[in-house]
T-cell receptor, first 115, second 111 residues
Framework: DQQVKQNSPSLSVQEGRISILNCDYT??????FLWYKKYPAEGPTFLIS?????DKNEDGRFTVFLNKSAKHLSLHIVPSQPGDSAVYFC??????????????FGKGTKLSVKP | DVKVTQSSRYLVKRTGEKVFLECVQD?????MFWYRQDPGLGLRLIYF???????EKGDIPEGYSVSREKKERFSLILESASTNQTSMYLC??????????FGSGTRLTVV
């Protein structure tokens, strides 16, 4: 059973507009969430994270929102740039507050930003 | 910057061969992980290790084993490679906590 779900395999956005990538999870014990970005033939790189005690975290053009009651998080990219075109993975820490990270990933959403 | 180095970017092996994928990290991280990435399936955890000589099965350990004899090195072993193990393999490390640093990946093709 998939515990972290990214239901949109792909998303296409015009340059300068907002990109919204969504992620749902099923386990209410998850307490830390991350987004990773991956270019082809490279390893994923960390983008932004959020703890379950917050509902928003912002870093430049990237903002992550967490709705615990809905078990939903989203990544907003404003404004979108062609260099943002990549696969974005949502991940949740399933160690429930422990010190050892053990992440479970969604299947990813491929974002294409068109000039 | 933390560096996670995977020894090969591309590998082609024959069915039945024993395959070693090596991963080295240079920041004294306790935790190391092996994932594989397949289209439509995302990143799936194969094995992980929280300490030297310690290993834990992930979600898809069948057909794989691991070795962690030194803190900085975590090896993934395919005992007898099969075509369904053709994939992108990603190694990651992390300190105590949750942030991973990934290597660049090894694209393995089994023919």
């Amino acid at each position: 059973d998939q515990q972290v779900k990214q239901n949109s395999p792909s998303l296409s956005v015009q340059e300068g507009r907002i990109s919204i990538l969504n992620c749902d999870y099923t386990n209410s014990m998850f307490d830390y969430f991350l987004w990773y970005k991956k270019y082809p033939a490279e390893g994923p790189t960390f983008l932004i994270s959020i703890s379950s005690i917050k509902d928003k975290n912002e870093d430049g053009r990237f903002t992550v929102f967490l709705n615990k009651s809905a078990k939903h998080l989203s990544l907003h990219i404003v404004p979108s740039q062609p260099g943002d075109s990549a696969v974005y993975f949502c991940a949740a820490n399933r160690n429930y507050g422990g010190s050892q990270g053990n992440l479970i990933f969604g299947k990813g959403t491929k974002l294409s930003v068109k000039p | 910057d933390v560096k996670v180095t995977q020894s090969s970017r591309y590998l082609v092996k024959r069915t039945g061969e024993k395959v070693f994928l090596e991963c080295v990290q240079d920041m004294d991280h306790e935790n190391m992980f092996w994932y594989r990435q397949d289209p439509g399936l995302g990143l799936r955890l194969i094995y992980f290790s929280y300490d030297v000589k310690m290993k834990e099965k992930g979600d898809i350990p069948e057909g794989y084993s691991v070795s962690r004899e030194k803190k900085e090195r975590f090896s993934l072993i395919l005992e007898s490679a099969s075509t369904n193990q053709t994939s992108m393999y990603l190694c990651a490390s992390s300190p105590t906590g949750t942030g991973y640093t990934f290597g660049s990946g090894t694209r393995l093709t089994v023919v």
